[in-house]
Nanobody, 125 residues
Framework: QLQLVESGGGLVQSGGSLRLSCAASGFTLEHFAIGWFRQAPGKEREGVSCISSSDGPTNYVDSVKGRFTISRDNAKNTVYLQMNMLKPEDTGIYYC??????????????????WGQGTQVTVSS
């Protein structure tokens, strides 16, 4: 069964850090572009970041540039989202999902597959 499982969320104070993990089972994550998305209470889900297959280009939404870093550990079949300098507006449920690619670059606007349970991130002021 192909599956992505998110973990690593929690409660953190403004300015703190968290590292989210997206672990894959049933397939080799390295060959796929993967995105991180979040949904804040009362808002639509938005793309946060994505990483292209085979360590290709990465993309970030403007609001997290310079604070978040997406990466892969192919040996662990896992994609990470390192989140630093967290702000209350980063609060939400974070999901990972496969995304489409254009000219080998990941595109957050092309989510693929079914959403998982996500992991809750809460940033207090």
């Amino acid at each position: 069964q192909l599956q992505l499982v998110e973990s690593g969320g929690g409660l953190v104070q403004s300015g703190g850090s968290l590292r989210l993990s997206c672990a894959a089972s049933g397939f080799t994550l390295e060959h796929f572009a993967i995105g991180w998305f979040r949904q804040a209470p009362g808002k639509e889900r938005e793309g946060v970041s994505c990483i292209s297959s085979s360590d290709g280009p990465t993309n970030y939404v403007d609001s997290v540039k310079g604070r978040f870093t997406i990466s892969r550990d192919n040996a662990k079949n896992t994609v990470y989202l390192q989140m630093n300098m967290l702000k209350p507006e980063d609060t939400g449920i974070y999901y990972c999902l496969g995304v489409g690619s254009v000219q080998e670059a990941c595109v957050m606007q092309l989510p693929l597959g079914s959403w998982g349970q996500g992991t809750q991130v809460t940033v207090s002021s």
